[in-house]
């Protein structure tokens, strides 16, 4: 899910060839905020 609103919010990451990866980052950073979130309290 995380995939497809990194996919819809970002349009202009994705006009580039590297399309995938600006969501792939997306997702990696949402992924480190929220086990710091978690480990930090």
Do not use: C, Q
Not at 2 to 17: C, M, N, R, S, T
Not at 18 to 32: L, P, Q, Y
Request: glycine share 8%; charged share 15%; hydrophobic share 55%.
């Amino acid at each position: 899910m995380i995939y497809v609103v990194a996919w819809e919010l970002i349009p202009e990451a994705h006009a580039g060839k590297r399309s995938d990866s600006a969501t792939n980052r997306v997702m990696i950073g949402f992924a480190i905020m929220m086990t710091l979130d978690v480990a930090l309290g």
